[in-house]
């Protein structure tokens, strides 16, 4: 397991204390996985800076004076148990997944104990399936490096792998915005080495630098008009009417989720149903129509037709080889 910094522990030894609970020097090492002498550290610097620890002398326990805290805004219990909903329940890989846990300790410990005991109730009757996503390797201060260097508008240079070709190339970014399509964080900005708008996988990036160089966006860049009607994230300029046929015992579960804003469904009789979109691009939708396998029939374009059965002929092939 990864040490935790010194700044996150002093918030866990907070977040912990603050829960209203007395715990033992050697309560806290054990849950922070740190010495004794450690600890007594970090309870003396958190004195230091004017919060109020008191040490039992007959429990040998540290706590907080609970009053020291101004209470939360009066959150109702639907309110509450929806972003505990978010917190403790999100399978989103986010970067700062951590401090939204400890937000969410210190929420817990600061609201009433009869809402407490309802939310603790609710959630164990409540879950929330995850989806595939891209590990993201990159630790909380790269991401909010990337962060800074959008609101400061800094020119970064970043060595960047194309999976593809097999090789890294190096470019000077002016990065725009930082988003996430449901699978895997992305950086968008103005590449030089590209000379337009470029999407950037950040698992991509081996490296990168902040300049110390300013740069001015252009005015005429808008994130939705970017993005366009892309099926994901990347667009390529060309707007294709995709028709697609999807057998009656996936027609429904298909047809319930909205993919995309264009989206159009016809049921048949027989209850298959045509799903219709108007997109930018076809490379992105290839691997979502290919999962669905013989569920789905491509109706149109003709172009999406001819790509998905050469890529159905080579599956074949690798299972006929000897």
């Known amino acids: 397991m990864k040490p935790i910094s010194r700044i996150s522990r002093i918030v866990r030894v907070l977040a912990t204390l603050q829960s209203g609970q007395d715990y033992t020097t050697d309560d806290l090492a054990g849950m922070l996985g740190k010495s004794r002498r450690t600890i007594f550290?970090?309870?003396?610097?958190?004195?230091?800076?004017?919060?109020?620890?008191?040490?039992?002398?007959i429990k040998h326990s540290y706590t907080i004076d609970q009053k020291f805290f101004m209470p939360p805004i009066n959150l109702n219990a639907q309110e509450v148990l929806s972003l505990f909903l978010l917190i403790f329940r999100s399978h989103l890989n986010s970067p700062f997944k951590n401090s939204a846990l400890f937000a969410g300790h210190k929420i817990e410990s600061n609201i009433s104990r009869d809402l407490r005991k309802y939310c603790n109730e609710a959630l164990q009757h409540i879950s929330v399936g995850s989806k595939p996503q891209v590990k993201?390797?990159?630790?909380?201060?790269?991401?909010?490096?990337?962060?800074?260097?959008?609101?400061?508008?800094?020119?970064?240079?970043?060595?960047y792998y194309l999976p593809m070709k097999r090789e890294i190339i190096i470019t000077d970014l002016y990065p725009y915005h930082l988003r996430h399509d449901g699978f895997q964080w992305c950086l968008i900005g103005k590449s030089l080495f590209h000379e337009?708008?470029?999407?950037?996988?950040?698992?991509?990036?081996?490296?990168?630098?902040?300049?110390?160089?300013?740069?001015?966006?252009?005015?005429?860049?808008?994130?939705?008009?970017?993005?366009?009607?892309?099926?994901?994230?990347?667009?390529?300029?060309?707007?294709?009417?995709?028709?697609?046929?999807?057998?009656?015992?996936?027609?429904?579960?298909?047809?319930?989720?909205?993919w995309h804003n264009t989206q159009k469904v016809t049921f048949q009789e027989d209850g298959s149903a045509i799903i219709e979109f108007r997109i930018d691009g076809l490379r992105e939708i290839i691997w979502w129509v290919l999962g669905y396998g013989d569920k789905v029939k491509v109706l149109a374009p003709e172009v999406l037709q001819k790509r998905i059965a050469q890529m159905a002929r080579n599956m074949l092939k690798n299972y006929e080889q000897k």
């Open 41 to 57: 550290r970090d309870l003396k610097d958190i004195q230091q800076a004017g919060i109020p620890i008191y040490y039992d002398k």
């Open 136 to 159: 993201v390797n990159l630790h909380d201060d790269r991401f909010a490096q990337l962060l800074k260097a959008i609101m400061k508008k800094k020119i970064m240079n970043i060595h």
């Open 196 to 258: 337009e708008i470029y999407t950037f996988n950040i698992n991509q990036i081996r490296e990168m630098n902040v300049l110390d160089k300013c740069f001015i966006m252009d005015k005429e860049f808008d994130l939705n008009e970017y993005l366009g009607r892309a099926w994901s994230k990347k667009p390529e300029g060309r707007l294709y009417h995709v028709k697609l046929k999807f057998t009656p015992d996936t027609a429904y579960s298909v047809a319930e989720v909205q």
